[in-house]
Structures are given as C-alpha cells and as structure tokens.
C-alpha cells in the first residue's frame, strides 16, 4: 500500500533566532518549497499538519518557518523530523518516473519468474537511480533497457532476465 505522505525534506537544525529551520531537500526540485504552504511533520511516527512560510534557499538547503514554532528552542524540537507532502499536492510525475518511497518494499522478478527480494533502497547515483535489493543481494540500474515492468500499485517490479544478467551486481 502507498504511503499517504510523500517526505519533502529532513529538518537538521533551528536556524536564526525565530525558530526557523534548516531542511535538507529530499526532492528533485527544492524550488517547490516556495510555493509549499500547507505540509505535515512526521515525527516520531505522528503525522501533525502545520502552516510554512518565509522560504529562503541555501546551497543544498532550505530555510523556512513553520507556524507555531517561534523560537530556537521550539525549532530545536523539530530536529531529524520530516516534512511531508499529501500525495494529493505531491508533485505530478513524468510517465516511467516514481516516487522512491513507492519503490521501497517492491517485490522483485526477472521475465524468467526467478524472485530477488524487496527494493531496500534507492540510490542516487548522479548518471541514473540504482535498486538495491535485500540490502546490497543484487544492485540493478534503473535504466529503461532492465526494467520490464514497474507497477508500484502492486508493488512488484519485473527486470528483463537477459538484461539484468548483463548490468546487475550480484553479491554472490
């Protein structure tokens, strides 16, 4: 099943003296944060719904104030929590493009019907994303020419078995 909130960036640290925070972008885009008003803390595994604004960039950064939270001491309370995105103001995808939370938890399966285990991670490589499957067990490149079949909504992607002979890193 899909998660409902999309994280949008992690909260490092409170930045200033009027409790703003400093967030490490978890999205392609952190331009979207500027027109971003309405989002959700997770933390500690609660969802809380909060008001942002006051957006400012810096390089690999962004700074921004959410409502309610005013001085160091309270923005301090919000480190290593995640600011989310409901799928419904989530920003709209390209076809053959996925959230990386939908791919985590994917089952995985060559065009032979051999079964690899789950994608455990996504890894940013620059040149294309990478899946890794049961931690590190096989690496696959995401390119257009291994994937046979991604359908999140099933969570289970198919790679093309030849291909994937030819590309994947096995760990054994």
């Given at each position: 099943?899909?998660?409902?909130?999309l994280?949008?960036?992690?909260?490092?640290r409170?930045?200033?003296?009027?409790?703003d925070v400093?967030?490490?972008p978890?999205?392609?885009?952190?331009?979207?944060?500027?027109?971003?008003?309405?989002?959700y803390?997770e933390?500690?595994?609660?969802?809380?719904p909060?008001?942002?604004g006051?957006?400012?960039?810096?390089?690999?950064?962004?700074l921004?104030?959410?409502?309610?939270?005013?001085t160091?001491?309270?923005?301090a309370?919000?480190?290593n929590?995640?600011?989310?995105?409901d799928?419904?103001?989530?920003?709209k995808?390209?076809?053959?493009?996925?959230?990386?939370a939908?791919?985590i938890?994917?089952e995985?399966?060559?065009?032979?019907g051999?079964?690899?285990?789950?994608?455990?991670?996504?890894l940013?490589?620059?040149?294309?994303?990478?899946?890794?499957?049961?931690?590190?067990?096989?690496?696959?490149?995401?390119l257009k020419?291994?994937?046979?079949?991604?359908?999140?909504?099933?969570?289970?992607?198919?790679?093309?078995?030849?291909?994937?002979g030819?590309?994947?890193c096995?760990?054994?």
């Open positions: 099943m899909k998660n409902k909130y994280r949008a960036g992690q909260i490092v409170p930045h200033g003296v009027t409790g400093k967030i490490v978890l999205t392609d885009d952190p331009a979207r944060f500027r027109a971003l008003k309405n989002a803390l933390q500690a595994g609660a969802i809380t909060v008001l942002l006051n957006v400012r960039f810096q390089p690999g950064a962004v921004l104030h959410i409502e309610g939270y005013d160091p001491e309270q923005a309370s919000l480190k929590a995640y600011l989310c995105v799928r419904a103001h989530a920003v995808l390209e076809e053959g493009t996925y959230f990386v939908d791919l938890g994917c995985t399966f060559d065009t032979r051999r079964a690899f285990g789950k994608v455990t991670d996504v940013e490589t620059g040149a294309n994303d990478v899946y890794e499957i049961e931690h590190g067990k096989l690496l696959v490149p995401a020419r291994v994937l046979s079949e991604v359908d999140v909504e099933n969570a289970r992607i198919t790679f093309d078995a030849d291909v994937l030819e590309v994947g096995f760990a054994d």
